[in-house]
């Protein structure tokens, strides 16, 4: 079992606001990855870390920030939240030397921003 | 361009029918092809697929690729009103670890 996790899993905020999303794995997995998906569409990526200390934006970075400066935790943060920022946001790790490129994603975030 | 291609984009079927999902991608440094099943919320891992012409199997779920045509199928025999879901495929370039999405199926199940 995937042992990943986000916080809040909920979330309704005025338009401005700045907020952060978390994301936590406790599988030790050195890649993580944000995504943005919209109710039947597909999935965007957002930003994805290597590692530690390192971050790349990806397709769609929406206005947001990333950083990486311990393993297990992968925050997404919007620095002024806006209506077409309402979507899901989903984090996902992987391990490639464990043998396989499965991705392992968490619950998800429902945003909602008045 | 680096893209995936899902057809159906929605089937509608009932149930003990036989469903094939189609993948196709449009770049050929590849390094490997997922699918997964998306019901409520997050995707669930079915399969992952790096060489052609090798079927995976679990149940009554089988995928296969072919890196020749740069495609893949996820065969459903006997379908049951809980494989209702989307399902997505992505690849992975190789060189990168990037995950390429696809719009999904989306396929449903009736009684």
């Known amino acids: 079992e995937a042992d990943i996790y986000q916080t809040p899993r909920y979330l309704v905020i005025g338009t401005g606001k700045k907020i952060t999303l978390e994301c936590s794995q406790t599988m030790g997995h050195d890649k993580m990855y944000w995504y943005q998906q919209d109710p039947g569409m597909e999935l965007h990526l957002i930003h994805y870390?290597?590692?530690?200390?390192?971050?790349e934006k990806g397709d769609l970075s929406s206005e947001s920030t990333v950083s990486r400066i311990r393993t297990e935790h992968f925050p997404l943060t919007l620095e002024s939240a806006r209506p077409s920022h309402t979507s899901q946001y989903l984090c996902a790790s992987s391990d490639p030397t464990r043998g396989t490129y499965e991705q392992y994603f968490g619950p998800g975030t429902r945003l909602t921003v008045t | 361009e680096d893209k995936v291609v899902q057809s159906p984009l929605s089937l509608v079927v009932h149930e003990g029918d036989t469903v094939t999902l189609n993948c196709s991608y449009e770049v050929t440094n590849f390094r490997s092809l997922l699918w997964y099943k998306q019901e409520k919320k997050a995707p669930t891992f079915l399969f992952m697929l790096?060489?052609?012409?090798i079927e995976k199997k679990s149940g009554r779920l089988s995928s296969i690729l072919d890196k020749k045509e740069l495609f893949s199928i996820l065969n459903i025999t006997a379908t049951q009103t809980g494989d209702s879901a989307v399902y997505l495929c992505a690849k992975i370039t190789s060189g990168t670890y990037k995950y390429i999405f696809g719009t999904g199926t989306r396929l449903k199940v009736l009684a």
């Open positions: 790096t060489s052609s012409g």
């Open positions: 870390s290597y590692g530690v200390n390192s971050t």
